[in-house]
DNA sequence: CTGTTAGCGCGTTCAT
DNA sequence: ATGAACGCGCTAACAG
């Protein structure tokens, strides 16, 4: 509330030498850099951002776009973007965009009316719109998660989910199975394309017939995970086994199985993805696939700051490490 | 990146038309509000935020300090702040605060700065620095969960812990549980105290006995629980029901359970607090108490705005309305 | 090392 | 109904 005219009249020199004293403090004598921070104490004196924004161009904070806030996987990518921001003196701007996308371009305007400078994108599942295309060309955004297929390339921080999902198909064959259901998040994303065609070449490899009829879901939830097994159950032919594209579908999943009177692994196996903390804790806890969640979150603020900074960028899309975590949802198919 | 003046030129007027036209249009002459229009569709014109906010003194911006972001309940509080925040004009910067007060203090002086207008604590743990309590004296602020105790009142919006855990003792004594055990998330907090009472206070009523080496954990997290459900079986006095201060604790502890072979509800009872969305996805599903969560958030901007608006507040604690949700995880005592 | 000056982009009196 | 002019609080030249 008290400005940096006060603090002046208090220390006896011009706005200019309180600005460096804040900015550049060894640009400024000793001596009177301490009558300023003692009159800046005195006169409890804080900088308006807001002030300095106008002047610099720069508004020092993120948007970050989340289609779904209650998904712990995205949860744990934010933690690692509020830290890092926060490390940089960066703040972050929560964007819940619901999927929708108004809210998400309400969002994006952000950057262009300079209340943020960089826009970081959590798993964005439809394309932009002709308005949003010309504005990604000049704004600095990362997209993390999903990578987002269109004329121009933005950068990318993502898992290589054909291989963790081929790894995922290996270690349920090599458990016998042979009849396989999927319970997806979207349909239409490249996600959805990746894993599906890991599992894919794995089946075919083993030469393990797959019909895509025993594709279902269409939400990242417990209740869609809880609906598409559902849907499996009721089937001709039951799965011995289940690849359900995150752990809250996986946990929606083996509640319904278990609604049926059958036994994970025993009668069906269940394998999830993400590694989410809870699904250590389930019963049986979940196989998945691990993904370095807060590390993406972090590269992901280190991208965006990189374009921000108008340094170049080294690559344009950053493949992360997976992990299979094998636990007890998935075992040996029963004879 | 294009500003006032380009608008300007385009339509032939002058900023202050241009400001007009965007505040209140029905100020000026519908032929040239049509141009200016025009113009900025244009000039692709957005408006400088930062340098509306220097003028006008608002950032249009809330923070929100959050201990924890793993936990499922807090997000789900921070979404319903996020969708109020939307429709208000108003966007939210997050501040994960880990629970250290140094990042609480940065956090806060963002309204101090200009960044943010109000500020909205979830479940504040710890009593304010001298430094913050003067803060707090002319900041917006409301406090989400836990009441701050202290010498000025800060407005809250929470749950009558007490109330809400007396109906879970009463749930459980009617079942014919006699032997306790508690699973706390703090043990210096207010909601610690009022929840502890409520039991207690039915404990009394019925004449049990409650030990307070019964009263285990000091996190709200899995790890807490598991560890403290360990704890508890490692006693002389083997507890029949177990109170967990919230679900994340109460999976842990369960899991624990059946690790040590026991079976939940049949050999110990366990509940929860909070009903996150996974509580009815448990086997057994959790017995626990419902905040709502979501409207919590929708209140608490509620609050905070009215004191940026400078509107008397009506009531200065707000209490909001918990359900018992009765599940599985808990039954009746085993003879 | 420090002060003077000139804006940053916009909102807001005053006139007209 | 519109324009000219000033200033919000601060930073960044440029002098000295």
Redesign the pocket.
Known sequence: ????????QL?????????????NP????????ERIFAAIEKAG?????????????KSNSLVVLVPNLSNPFFLRIIQGIEKAAQENGYSVLLGDTQGEPHREHEYAGMVL??RADGLIHLDHSFPFSDNDALLAEKVPMVSVCERIVSDKQYPVIELDNYSACRALAKHLTSYGHKRFGIIAGQNESQIFRDRLGGIKSVLNEEGIDFDDSMVVGNEYSYESGSAGAKALLAGKVRPTAIFCFNDDIAIGAIHEIKKHGLKVPDDISVVGFDNIKVSAYMDPPLTTIDQPAYEMGRKAVEVVLQQIRKKPLTRNREIVQFRIIERASSGAVSS
């Open positions: 509330m008290s400005t940096i005219k006060e603090v002046c220390a006896g020199v011009s706005t200019a030498t309180v600005s460096r004293t804040l900015k060894n640009m400024v004598n000793v001596k009177t850099r004196y804080r900088p308006n951002v807001m002030a300095s924004s106008v002047k610099t161009g009316s300079n």
